[in-house]
């Protein structure tokens, strides 16, 4: 199993995502998607991941978080 750094994310009803993007960014997306269903043997399409991989992200992001409890933008 790869280890990837997004965790098995849980049963959701589907959320619509619309947002523009370079090809590449796209096809790196649609990789990484390819990548979750190798770890997890689950596939996922890239728009439903983008949120969780945001939210990984925001809370990975410890400057961020330090401002966000402070009440600040950082």
């Known amino acids: 199993m790869p280890d990837i750094k997004l965790a098995k994310i849980p049963d959701r009803k589907p959320v619509k995502l619309v947002v523009e993007m370079l090809p590449d960014l796209e096809q ?3 990789d990484y998607a390819d990548a979750y269903a190798a770890a997890y043997g689950q596939r996922e399409k ?3 991941l983008v949120p969780y991989m945001l939210w990984s992200f925001l ?3 410890k400057a ?3 401002a966000r409890r402070g009440g600040a933008a950082p």
Do not use: T, V, Y
């Open 64 to 66: 961020f978080a330090r």
């Open 46 to 48: 890239p728009a439903d």
């Open 59 to 61: 809370e990975s992001d």
């Open 28 to 30: 790196a997306l649609a």
